[in-house]
């Protein structure tokens, strides 16, 4: 595990250590609270419920009631968060029911909101929570990406080509660019394909941080691949 000794699993285990880093916990948090929100509002409660129980969750989790079952032979860290949060779930339902059986305020979606928070295709909260695991991915490597080329001082570039990230660009679109940043056509070609390229790479960082293993790097970019490339199905 030398070669993944600074993974979000390291930060997990860590976590049962007295001298353990609650910055890097709160980072953790903060990166992967979009999915977990997702998640809570598929599960069918209402958004000010779903907010105050992600809270919740991430609370228990920062003071280390949840660490305790966190083994990264038992999988990646995507799978063990979605163990926790469904098992989290499993007690907020039955502390809801109660609430709703006493007149207390924590509710589950009426059929109006439910049809507001409906995902595409009605899929379950696992699904939702996977795609938007996935988009978070995305979105932390593109981030890295773009501050990579503003420390280069080259902002105007990347702007400039950065919508071609997700597509490849037609033979109109390079001589665009070529008359708007005064380059070669072919060179803004290389430039496109080493801003691609780069980005892989930090997608593949980004799921390494979540596993323990290279088999689980590869076996995490396929599930990545399979999930984006289903959601505009």
Same mark, same amino acid.
């Given at each position: 595990?030398?070669?993944?000794?600074?993974?979000?699993?390291?930060?997990?285990?860590?976590?049962?250590?007295?001298?353990?880093?609650?910055?890097?916990?709160?980072?953790?948090?903060? +990166?992967?609270?979009?999915?977990?929100?997702?998640?809570?509002?598929?599960?069918?409660?209402?958004?000010?419920?779903?907010?105050?129980?992600?809270?919740?969750?991430?609370?228990?989790?920062?003071?280390?009631?949840?660490?305790?079952?966190?083994?990264?032979?038992?999988?990646?860290?995507?799978?063990?968060?979605?163990?926790?949060?469904?098992?989290?779930?499993?007690?907020?339902?039955?502390?809801?029911?109660?609430?709703?059986?006493?007149?207390?305020?924590?509710?589950?979606?009426?059929?109006?909101?439910?049809?507001?928070?409906?995902?595409?295709?009605?899929?379950?909260?696992?699904?939702?929570?996977?795609?938007?695991?996935?988009?978070?991915?995305?979105?932390?490597?593109?981030?890295?990406?773009?501050?990579?080329?503003?420390?280069?001082?080259?902002?105007?570039?990347?702007?400039? &080509?950065?919508?071609?990230?997700?597509?490849?660009?037609?033979?109109?679109?390079?001589?665009?660019?070529?008359?708007?940043?005064?380059?070669?056509?072919? +060179?803004?070609?290389?430039?496109?394909?080493?801003?691609?390229?780069?980005?892989?790479? &930090?997608?593949?960082?980004?799921?390494?941080?979540?596993?323990?293993?290279?088999?689980?790097?590869?076996?995490?970019?396929?599930?990545?691949?399979?999930?984006?490339?289903?959601?505009?199905?």
């Amino acid at each position: 595990m030398a070669r993944f000794a600074t993974t979000r699993w390291s930060l997990i285990l860590d976590a049962r250590e007295p001298r353990s880093s609650r910055r890097a916990l709160e980072e953790i948090c903060r +990166t992967y609270r979009t999915p977990v929100l997702a998640y809570v509002c598929r599960h069918g409660y209402s958004r000010t419920d779903a907010e105050d129980l992600t809270q919740e969750f991430f609370t228990r989790f920062l003071e280390g009631r949840w660490d305790a079952v966190a083994d990264p032979a038992r999988g990646h860290f995507r799978a063990y968060l979605l163990v926790a949060i469904r098992r989290f779930l499993i007690s907020a339902d039955e502390a809801a029911n109660t609430l709703k059986r006493g007149g207390g305020v924590r509710r589950i979606a009426g059929d109006d909101e439910l049809e507001r928070l409906e995902a595409p295709h009605g899929e379950s909260p696992e699904r939702v929570f996977q795609r938007t695991w996935a988009m978070t991915v995305l979105d932390r490597s593109y981030a890295r990406l773009r501050d990579e080329a503003h420390r280069a001082g080259r902002q105007q570039l990347f702007e400039q &080509l950065s919508p071609y990230l997700a597509e490849r660009p037609a033979v109109d679109d390079y001589q665009r660019m070529s008359n708007a940043l005064g380059m070669r056509a072919n +060179t803004i070609a290389v430039a496109v394909h080493r801003l691609r390229a780069r980005l892989r790479e &930090l997608v593949r960082e980004e799921v390494a941080d979540t596993c323990s293993s290279p088999e689980e790097v590869e076996a995490e970019l396929h599930d990545l691949r399979d999930t984006l490339k289903h959601i505009d199905d």
